[in-house]
Protein backbone atom coordinates (compact mmCIF):
# COMPACT_ATOMS: atom_id res chain seq x y z
CA UNK A 1 0.00 0.00 0.00
CA UNK A 2 1.14 3.39 -0.78
CA UNK A 3 1.70 5.99 1.85
CA UNK A 4 2.91 9.75 2.52
CA UNK A 5 5.22 11.12 4.94
CA UNK A 6 5.73 14.80 6.13
CA UNK A 7 8.32 15.32 8.45
CA UNK A 8 7.43 18.66 9.32
CA UNK A 9 4.38 19.13 11.39
CA UNK A 10 4.60 22.78 12.76
CA UNK A 11 6.83 25.20 10.58
CA UNK A 12 7.12 28.68 12.07
CA UNK A 13 9.18 31.50 9.94
CA UNK A 14 9.71 35.14 9.79
CA UNK A 15 8.83 36.64 6.59
CA UNK A 16 11.41 36.69 3.90
CA UNK A 17 13.28 33.48 5.02
CA UNK A 18 13.25 30.21 2.66
CA UNK A 19 11.09 27.42 3.09
CA UNK A 20 11.80 23.57 2.50
CA UNK A 21 9.20 21.12 3.45
CA UNK A 22 9.81 17.24 3.13
CA UNK A 23 7.95 14.94 1.84
CA UNK A 24 8.60 11.07 1.12
CA UNK A 25 6.44 8.68 -0.06
CA UNK A 26 6.32 5.08 0.24
CA UNK A 27 5.32 3.06 -3.51
CA UNK A 28 7.58 1.50 -5.85
CA UNK A 29 6.06 1.58 -9.16
CA UNK A 30 4.96 5.38 -11.06
CA UNK A 31 3.60 7.77 -9.15
CA UNK A 32 2.60 11.10 -9.87
CA UNK A 33 2.54 13.44 -7.00
CA UNK A 34 1.54 17.04 -5.81
CA UNK A 35 1.58 19.71 -3.00
CA UNK A 36 -2.08 21.17 -2.18
CA UNK A 37 -1.92 23.99 -0.08
CA UNK A 38 -5.17 25.10 3.24
CA UNK A 39 -5.70 28.27 3.60
CA UNK A 40 -7.86 28.83 7.53
CA UNK A 41 -11.58 27.54 6.11
CA UNK A 42 -10.96 26.47 3.01
CA UNK A 43 -10.68 23.52 1.20
CA UNK A 44 -7.77 22.47 -0.84
CA UNK A 45 -5.95 23.95 -3.48
CA UNK A 46 -3.53 22.99 -6.18
CA UNK A 47 0.53 24.46 -5.59
CA UNK A 48 1.91 22.08 -7.86
CA UNK A 49 2.20 18.52 -9.52
CA UNK A 50 4.72 16.69 -11.37
CA UNK A 51 3.75 13.88 -13.88
CA UNK A 52 6.64 13.47 -15.94
CA UNK A 53 9.65 15.26 -17.43
CA UNK A 54 11.43 17.99 -15.66
CA UNK A 55 11.82 16.87 -12.01
CA UNK A 56 11.86 20.45 -10.68
CA UNK A 57 8.13 21.69 -11.11
CA UNK A 58 6.91 24.99 -10.71
CA UNK A 59 3.98 26.06 -9.17
CA UNK A 60 2.48 29.19 -8.05
CA UNK A 61 3.02 31.56 -5.97
CA UNK A 62 6.48 31.31 -6.31
CA UNK A 63 6.63 27.78 -4.87
CA UNK A 64 8.76 24.85 -6.58
CA UNK A 65 9.17 21.09 -6.18
CA UNK A 66 11.78 18.49 -6.99
CA UNK A 67 11.50 14.63 -7.54
CA UNK A 68 14.17 12.53 -6.43
CA UNK A 69 13.08 9.15 -7.73
CA UNK A 70 15.55 7.56 -5.31
CA UNK A 71 14.77 9.26 -2.36
CA UNK A 72 11.39 8.54 -2.75
CA UNK A 73 11.01 12.48 -1.99
CA UNK A 74 9.04 15.36 -3.55
CA UNK A 75 9.99 18.35 -1.10
CA UNK A 76 8.33 21.94 -1.78
CA UNK A 77 10.53 25.06 -1.42
CA UNK A 78 10.10 28.90 -1.67
CA UNK A 79 13.09 31.04 -1.68
CA UNK A 80 11.28 33.68 0.22
CA UNK A 81 8.20 33.15 2.16
CA UNK A 82 5.16 35.91 2.86
CA UNK A 83 2.72 36.59 5.41
CA UNK A 84 0.09 35.62 3.49
CA UNK A 85 1.69 31.95 2.96
CA UNK A 86 0.24 31.08 6.54
CA UNK A 87 -1.40 27.64 5.79
CA UNK A 88 -1.64 24.11 5.60
CA UNK A 89 0.48 22.21 3.34
CA UNK A 90 -0.34 18.66 2.21
CA UNK A 91 2.02 16.38 -0.35
CA UNK A 92 0.28 13.63 -2.27
CA UNK A 93 0.55 10.91 -3.90
CA UNK A 94 -1.49 9.20 -6.77
CA UNK A 95 -0.30 5.58 -7.18
CA UNK A 96 -1.98 2.46 -7.37
CA UNK A 97 -5.06 2.24 -8.78
CA UNK A 98 -5.42 5.61 -8.91
CA UNK A 99 -5.69 5.71 -5.45
CA UNK A 100 -4.56 9.25 -4.56
CA UNK A 101 -3.13 9.64 -1.02
CA UNK A 102 -2.10 12.69 1.01
CA UNK A 103 0.50 12.95 4.07
CA UNK A 104 -0.16 14.09 7.43
CA UNK A 105 0.03 17.88 6.92
CA UNK A 106 2.60 20.63 7.72
CA UNK A 107 1.04 24.19 9.24
CA UNK A 108 3.00 27.01 8.66
CA UNK A 109 3.33 30.02 10.34
CA UNK A 110 4.98 32.88 8.78
CA UNK A 111 5.45 35.98 11.20
CA UNK A 112 5.13 39.36 9.58
CA UNK B 1 -13.68 23.98 -7.52
CA UNK B 2 -13.99 22.62 -10.97
CA UNK B 3 -17.41 21.60 -10.44
CA UNK B 4 -17.37 19.60 -7.17
CA UNK B 5 -20.17 20.56 -5.13
CA UNK B 6 -20.91 19.23 -1.64
CA UNK B 7 -23.69 19.89 0.84
CA UNK B 8 -24.82 20.46 3.40
CA UNK B 9 -21.44 23.23 4.26
CA UNK B 10 -22.44 23.00 7.48
CA UNK B 11 -23.86 20.22 9.55
CA UNK B 12 -24.80 19.72 12.93
CA UNK B 13 -26.49 16.51 14.62
CA UNK B 14 -27.41 15.30 17.32
CA UNK B 15 -25.57 11.86 18.39
CA UNK B 16 -27.63 9.02 17.58
CA UNK B 17 -28.98 10.86 14.83
CA UNK B 18 -28.26 9.76 10.81
CA UNK B 19 -26.32 12.18 8.52
CA UNK B 20 -26.27 11.90 4.77
CA UNK B 21 -23.49 14.15 2.89
CA UNK B 22 -23.64 14.80 -0.40
CA UNK B 23 -21.21 15.31 -3.62
CA UNK B 24 -22.27 15.95 -6.78
CA UNK B 25 -19.36 16.33 -9.66
CA UNK B 26 -19.53 16.87 -12.73
CA UNK B 27 -20.63 13.54 -14.31
CA UNK B 28 -18.38 11.58 -16.81
CA UNK B 29 -15.45 8.94 -16.63
CA UNK B 30 -14.37 10.33 -13.00
CA UNK B 31 -12.76 9.03 -9.94
CA UNK B 32 -14.44 10.19 -6.95
CA UNK B 33 -12.88 10.34 -3.44
CA UNK B 34 -14.52 10.98 0.02
CA UNK B 35 -11.76 12.48 2.65
CA UNK B 36 -12.19 13.13 6.55
CA UNK B 37 -10.03 15.51 7.92
CA UNK B 38 -9.76 16.52 11.50
CA UNK B 39 -6.90 18.08 14.03
CA UNK B 40 -5.56 14.38 15.67
CA UNK B 41 -5.62 12.53 11.94
CA UNK B 42 -5.38 14.73 9.08
CA UNK B 43 -6.79 14.03 5.68
CA UNK B 44 -7.61 10.57 5.41
CA UNK B 45 -9.00 8.54 2.84
CA UNK B 46 -12.45 7.20 3.52
CA UNK B 47 -13.15 5.52 0.28
CA UNK B 48 -12.79 6.54 -3.80
CA UNK B 49 -15.14 4.99 -6.65
CA UNK B 50 -14.73 4.80 -10.81
CA UNK B 51 -17.28 5.17 -12.79
CA UNK B 52 -19.92 4.44 -9.80
CA UNK B 53 -17.82 1.68 -8.49
CA UNK B 54 -16.38 1.64 -5.29
CA UNK B 55 -12.54 0.62 -5.65
CA UNK B 56 -11.30 0.77 -2.33
CA UNK B 57 -13.73 1.27 1.21
CA UNK B 58 -10.60 0.01 3.47
CA UNK B 59 -10.34 3.61 4.86
CA UNK B 60 -13.92 3.70 5.91
CA UNK B 61 -13.83 3.81 10.05
CA UNK B 62 -16.55 1.62 10.90
CA UNK B 63 -20.06 0.00 9.59
CA UNK B 64 -22.03 3.12 10.40
CA UNK B 65 -20.34 4.43 7.61
CA UNK B 66 -21.13 4.29 4.11
CA UNK B 67 -20.83 5.39 0.91
CA UNK B 68 -22.86 5.05 -2.64
CA UNK B 69 -22.68 6.76 -5.98
CA UNK B 70 -25.84 5.80 -7.92
CA UNK B 71 -24.95 7.41 -10.92
CA UNK B 72 -21.91 9.72 -12.36
CA UNK B 73 -23.51 12.76 -10.95
CA UNK B 74 -24.13 12.47 -7.62
CA UNK B 75 -22.22 10.64 -4.79
CA UNK B 76 -23.29 10.28 -0.61
CA UNK B 77 -22.28 9.43 2.63
CA UNK B 78 -23.79 7.89 5.19
CA UNK B 79 -23.48 8.05 9.03
CA UNK B 80 -25.60 5.58 10.90
CA UNK B 81 -26.29 6.02 13.73
CA UNK B 82 -23.43 9.20 14.25
CA UNK B 83 -20.93 9.67 16.69
CA UNK B 84 -19.49 12.80 18.31
CA UNK B 85 -16.11 11.24 17.55
CA UNK B 86 -17.08 11.96 13.66
CA UNK B 87 -17.04 15.41 14.24
CA UNK B 88 -15.01 16.59 11.01
CA UNK B 89 -14.63 18.15 7.74
CA UNK B 90 -15.84 16.09 4.94
CA UNK B 91 -14.19 16.68 1.58
CA UNK B 92 -15.34 15.49 -1.66
CA UNK B 93 -13.18 15.35 -4.46
CA UNK B 94 -12.82 14.12 -8.45
CA UNK B 95 -10.09 13.53 -10.28
CA UNK B 96 -10.34 12.54 -14.38
CA UNK B 97 -7.92 10.01 -16.55
CA UNK B 98 -6.02 12.37 -18.54
CA UNK B 99 -5.41 11.66 -22.29
CA UNK B 100 -2.99 9.07 -23.63
CA UNK B 101 -3.46 6.66 -21.33
CA UNK B 102 -1.79 8.03 -18.69
CA UNK B 103 -2.56 8.21 -14.83
CA UNK B 104 -4.82 10.68 -13.37
CA UNK B 105 -5.02 14.83 -13.18
CA UNK B 106 -5.21 15.86 -10.24
CA UNK B 107 -8.07 15.87 -7.85
CA UNK B 108 -10.06 19.06 -7.58
CA UNK B 109 -12.17 19.40 -4.06
CA UNK B 110 -15.00 20.68 -2.82
CA UNK B 111 -15.96 23.47 -0.14
CA UNK B 112 -16.22 20.20 2.76
CA UNK B 113 -18.92 20.03 5.35
CA UNK B 114 -18.07 20.83 8.40
CA UNK B 115 -20.15 17.87 10.54
CA UNK B 116 -20.66 18.49 14.50
CA UNK B 117 -22.22 15.54 16.51
CA UNK B 118 -23.34 16.78 19.82
Known amino acids: AQSVSQHNHHVILSEAASLELGCNYSYGGTVNLFWYVQYPGQHLQLLLKYFSGDPLVKGIKGFEAEFIKSKFSFNLRKPSVQWSDTAEYFCAVNGEGNMLTFGGGTRLMVKP | DAGVIQSPRHEVTEMGQEVTLRCKPI?????LFWYRQTMMRGLELLIYFNNNVPIDDSGMPEDRFSAKMPNASFSTLKIQPSEPRDSAVYFCARSFPRGGGGMNTEAFFGQGTRLTVV
Open chain 2, 27 to 31: SGHDY
